[in-house]
């Protein structure tokens, strides 16, 4: 429809060219679309989470002889899961981001209380 004169969808018309591997802006929303303003709160509220967890590891948690708060899953997932369901996810994130430190892949409640999660 789009090479096609007589067709009156002015949608089809607006759609950016589809992009390539190795394209800068593959896999990336449009610029300025309501879609890249999603994902840029959706960042944003994500961060902010993070940073939640962290005050809570630092003021549930006990400072070691390394200086670094430390506290275990099982006691940060009851303080924490009244605020949030996604202890796990956000304990992911934040690992990636280097400020925590956990031994394992996944923790799991229950079988990983005893896991010691440390604010680096």
């Avoid at 610029?31 to 630092?58: N, P």
């Amino acid at each position: 429809q789009r090479k096609n004169p007589f067709s009156s969808d002015d949608r089809l018309a607006a759609k950016p060219a589809p992009t390539h591997r190795g394209d800068p802006t593959y896999g990336r929303p449009p610029e300025g679309s309501r879609t890249e303003q999603r994902g840029k709160d959706a960042h944003s509220h994500v961060g902010k989470e993070v940073e939640e967890l962290c005050l809570i590891i630092r003021r549930t948690g006990e400072v070691g002889e390394d200086g670094h708060v430390s506290v275990t899953f099982g006691q940060l997932f009851e303080t924490y899961v009244t605020i949030s369901n996604k202890v796990v996810g956000i304990l992911l994130r934040a690992r990636k981001h280097g400020l925590v430190h956990f031994e394992g892949e996944m923790l799991w409640q229950g079988k990983d209380d005893d896991v010691v999660i440390t604010l680096l």
